[in-house]
């Protein structure tokens, strides 16, 4: 067991994951957001794998999530949905609460944002929305469900709704919006550590309609 700090964003794609790991990074925690890249680690069989199926090997075989990733500080987005790998630890119980267990100075948090517009972001984000979500096997989100708007919508709700019960009265949760002016001072007291940086990263481009409007 061990308390130091590490922190489990449990959002969802495109709710701001990659601008908090920016702020994280930048903050001096060494950051897994994703996959992990080849600069950020001297051992090779931890190379652009991806962090999701690393918390599931470390759980099913030792027991602890983040055992394989001693080096790392903070994940910040820990879902895989590629090819026919649909990994979703921030929708696991049981997963969740082993890294509690092992890692008492956990802290979680949930990035979070207006869902009509998360959901705009998922579908304008490569063939997320258009094509992985609906074919992909997700907790909550069946194949063949995700394609409409108001499908996307009722997941995403879903998803925060069941964070904040399982967290009810948990000073170890935090969820906040990305876009609430206040999120950089959210997190710095609820990590205890200072933010260097707060800002926008990995935003998609508008759309020509937006473009436009926004002219």
Known sequence: MSDRLRVINLGLPKSGTTTLGHALKVSGLKTADYRIRPH??????????FVGQLMYEGY???????ARMEDFDCFTEINVLRGD?????????????AIRTCHPGARFVASWRDPHAMSDSMLRWSNLGTERLPRGHIPGLPAGFGVTTDER???????????????????????FDIADPGAADLI?????????????????????TERTENA
């Open 153 to 175: 919508i009722r997941w995403i709700e879903a998803h925060y709704a069941h964070l904040d019960r399982l967290f009810e009265g948990d000073e170890a949760y935090l969820r």
């Open 60 to 66: 099913f075989h030792q027991g602890d999530p983040l």
């Open 40 to 49: 950020q680690t001297r051992d090779e069989t931890l190379r652009r794998q």
């Open 85 to 97: 790998l649909s990994i979703w630890p921030q929708m696991d119980w049981g997963l969740i609460d």
């Open 188 to 208: 710095s007291g609820h990590l205890g550590i200072a933010l260097k940086w707060w800002g926008r990263r990995n935003a998609n481009k508008a759309s020509k």
